[in-house]
């Protein structure tokens, strides 16, 4: 299993970000995704999951801004991020669900993590 996230940068606040996760070695569409994030000094943090049915859940901070989809013909994972904000500053990791549905946010529900991309917003 690999995952391997890309998109990340540095973008002003009220800026847009899109975050790419390509998956490879098991059934894409058969498992659930997610996207976390961890800032320094503070516990990682789910942002957004996707399961195998296509149904999304988002932390209410990113709620309304944070948009997660997936495209399994590609195997990938999306994290379309809108209204950046400063505080969303932080490593960002896509990760695979230990079930196929559900909507889970916790990081032991995720078993195998892709290596982060770093997202910093300045205001």
């Known amino acids: 299993v690999q995952l391997v996230e890309s998109g990340g940068g540095s973008e002003q606040a009220g800026g847009s970000l899109r975050l790419s996760c390509a998956a490879s070695?098991?059934?894409?569409?058969?498992?659930?995704m997610g996207w976390f994030r961890q800032a320094p000094g503070k516990e990682r943090e789910g942002v957004a999951t996707?399961?195998?049915?296509?149904?999304?859940r988002y932390a209410d901070s990113v709620k309304g801004r944070f948009t997660v989809s997936r495209d399994n013909a590609k195997n990938t994972l999306y994290l379309y991020m809108d209204s950046l904000k400063p505080e969303d500053t932080a490593m960002y990791y896509c990760a695979r669900g230990r079930a196929s549905y559900g909507l889970a946010m916790g990081t032991g529900d995720f078993d195998y993590w892709g290596q982060g991309t770093q997202v910093t917003v300045s205001s």
């Open positions: 070695g098991y059934s894409f569409s058969s498992a659930s």
């Open positions: 996707i399961d195998s049915t296509g149904r999304t």
